[in-house]
């Protein structure tokens, strides 16, 4: 049996042997079935408190105060049809509770929601976190007034020590009758008795709450729907057991670490049969730690496979490779830099924040010093991923400085010239056999759309994880918009919700402080959608934007001269937004305008540098993959 679905059983087998159970209890024991409940919730209170049902949302000091409180108002990943209406929604920031990852439809944790509802707030799902702090309140609720009216009904003997009075009575008969005869020592046999019984309260309670738990959960999954895909498609679709309910693992999980530390209440129930029974205080040690060893060799493996297929079917499409990597807890690990550190802390409390990947402060791993931010993918099906690096430059002016003051020759840097274009190098290039970094940059920019259309195509990640890299000349804009057919396969609701988010970024750019006070450099825009209709574009790498100088302030949409530090990212959007609306006419057959890629690569070229060759149509580019990463 696979190791989720079987703790999954196990769970709800268990909470069913406890209801047959009970019910066969004593008339006393059913009477005071609202006291137990009570004990029960308090167990439940205190479980919870030492396993957050996520790590990621709290446990962590480094996550940065101002930013737990805040939240983007928001959806994060909408269907391709919501993106349409996103201009509509209002774009203040409501201060919201901290709402770092929450319940998608197939169960993976991820700031996603599903927007094909209309009304946001009111149907918007609720993270695990939510969730139980909901819980909490009504569980807090309910105890205050049931505990008050007790009080007020029974004066000072309360029912809970009535009802344990009886518990204890019970015991007692049973341990009589398991040792055959009477009891001689009447302190130490109730000292004993008073033992067995809170231990087994805790041991039953622990199951039932996992129980109970794990039934409110499949209720609220039921209601989406998902019941049929988790029994159906779990067993037989291994890209549905990748994205599996991580809200139930990540429970498992924290819960496997409480209870590692031996503490009883925190016990996970998987054999329900066993633990009805009573069992001498050695016996029930024995099962228990069998029980417990068992326990955590499963979550360890489902842990595992979890952790491996959701690794598989993450990418890092462009950028320096090996800077990123998903973390344990589902969130993205970028090797840290303060530049873009100081960034992301800026811009989560800018309008630009829902545009942007949300950050949650820094991590230590092997030495290494990562900053933590959202999975931007978590909740796709087999993402289909374009990375655009925006702007007319790619370097900063003091790559000039630099070039000039103390230039250092980059082999690497020729060697990746020369294999794009021999001929690129200049005959002194070719003798050092390396070129500065400025000039590299400089060539990358002038050979592909960067320095004419203020924005370069770096990756696509097809839906089969085939990784397309060769963009370097996909110059003009015919054969940008070829790109933009190819990746959105001529979807035309995809190419639509696109070309609103980027509408949308436009008017928030306006509006946002940050953007008003930094170059942005490098800078990529992520567009992601699946087979699902989900489509979203986010703001990505902000390692070279950096506050402009006091004195000047920055148009974003006029040429760039050296001092003037003008990054043209608002070129690049009006860029994308109309050729994405030429790929519209495309796919919906309006357009009545031939192009010619290669008519339109030649009036590019006299704009630019000249290059040599001819760009290839874009189905030769699937030929020349140049990786490749299945996600099955
Ligand atoms: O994309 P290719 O053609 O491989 O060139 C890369 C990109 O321009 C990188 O910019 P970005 O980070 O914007 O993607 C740049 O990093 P930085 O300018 O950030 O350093 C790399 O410089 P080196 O890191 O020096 O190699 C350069 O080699
Ligand atoms: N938050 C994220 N969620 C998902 N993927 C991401 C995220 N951030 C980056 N990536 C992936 O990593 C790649 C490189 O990211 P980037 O920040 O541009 O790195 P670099 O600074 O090395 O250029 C992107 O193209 C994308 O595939």
């Not at 009883?264 to 029980?291: H, L, P």
């Not at 008003?516 to 699946?530: A, P």
Request: proline share 3%; charged share 30%.
């Amino acid at each position: 049996m696979k190791g989720l679905e079987f703790l999954l059983r196990n769970m709800s087998t268990s909470t069913n042997k406890h209801d047959e159970d009970d019910a066969g209890r004593s008339t006393e024991l059913q009477n005071d079935e609202s006291l137990r409940n009570k004990v029960r919730e308090e167990e439940k209170r205190n479980m919870f408190a030492i396993a957050p049902s996520y790590p990621i949302n709290r446990g962590n000091n480094i996550m940065k105060e101002p930013f737990v409180k805040g939240r983007r108002s928001k959806p994060k990943l909408v269907s391709a049809q919501a993106v349409l209406s996103s201009r509509l929604e209002p774009e203040s920031i409501q201060e919201e509770p901290l709402m770092n990852l929450e319940i998608v439809q197939d169960g993976e944790p991820s700031a996603v929601l599903d927007c094909s509802k209309n009304n946001v707030s009111k149907d918007r799902k609720f993270t695990v976190e939510e969730r139980w702090e909901e819980s909490v309140k009504e569980t807090g609720k309910e105890r205050n007034t049931e505990e008050k009216a007790l009080s007020t009904e029974s004066g000072a003997v309360s029912r809970k020590s009535m009802w344990k009075a009886g518990q204890r009575e019970r015991w007692r008969g049973k341990r009589r009758e398991r040792l055959g005869g009477s009891v001689e020592d009447l302190a130490q046999e109730n000292d004993i008795i008073e033992k067995e019984m809170n231990r087994r309260i805790q041991w039953r309670d622990a199951g039932n709450h996992w129980g109970s738990k794990e039934r409110r959960d499949e209720e609220s999954e039921k209601e989406d729907g998902l019941e049929e895909r988790r029994q159906g498609s779990m067993e037989g679709d291994p890209e549905a057991r990748g994205t599996m309910s991580q809200h139930v693992f990540s429970r498992v999980f924290a819960h496997s670490f409480a209870s590692s530390s031996s503490s009883s209440s925190s016990s996970f129930n998987c054999s329900s049969a066993e633990s009805d029974e009573v069992f001498s205080e050695g016996e029930e040690m024995a099962k228990r730690k069998n029980v417990r060893r068992c326990r955590s060799w499963r979550t360890f493996l489902t842990m595992m496979q979890w952790s491996k297929r959701r690794q598989s079917s993450w990418i890092q499409l462009a950028g320096h490779q090996g800077n990123i990597q998903l973390g344990e807890g589902g969130e993205v690990l970028k090797r840290f830099s303060e530049v873009e550190d100081s960034c992301l802390q800026a811009l989560m409390s800018d309008p630009l924040r829902r545009f942007v990947p949300q950050y949650y402060g820094h991590i230590s791993r092997n030495g290494e010093h990562y900053i933590r931010l959202e999975d931007l993918l978590s909740g796709l099906k087999q993402p289909v991923i374009m990375d655009c690096k925006m702007g007319i430059r790619t370097y900063q002016e003091e790559e000039i400085v630099k070039a000039r003051t103390k230039a250092s020759l980059r082999t690497d840097m020729y060697q990746k010239m020369v294999k794009v274009d021999p001929t690129a190098p200049t005959e002194e290039e070719h003798e050092q056999k390396g070129v500065t970094k400025l000039r590299y940059m400089q060539w990358r920019d002038s050979t592909s759309s960067t320095a004419a259309l203020g924005f370069r195509v770096e990756g696509i990640m097809t839906e089969n994880g085939i990784v397309l890299k060769d963009f370097n000349k996909t110059q003009t804009k015919a054969q940008v918009t070829e790109t933009l057919l190819f990746f959105t396969k001529k979807q035309v609701h995809i190419l639509k919700a696109y070309q609103s988010r980027l509408e949308a970024l436009k008017e928030t750019l306006k509006k946002s402080a940050f953007f008003n006070s930094h170059e942005v450099i490098g800078g990529s825009l992520l567009f992601v959608h699946d087979h699902t209709s989900k489509a979203n574009i986010w703001m990505i790498d902000f390692g070279k934007t950096i506050p402009t100088p006091e004195n000047i302030c920055l148009k974003h949409d006029v040429p760039w001269v050296e001092g003037n530090h003008e990054d043209g990212y608002l070129i690049g959007l009006d860029s994308l937004i109309s050729l994405l609306s030429e790929a519209i006419k495309e796919a919906t057959g309006e357009n009545t305008k031939t192009q010619n890629p290669q008519t339109d690569h030649k009036e590019t070229e006299r704009i630019n540098q000249p290059q040599s060759e001819l760009h290839k149509p874009q189905s030769d580019l699937l030929k020349e993959t140049t990786s490749s990463n299945h996600l099955d």
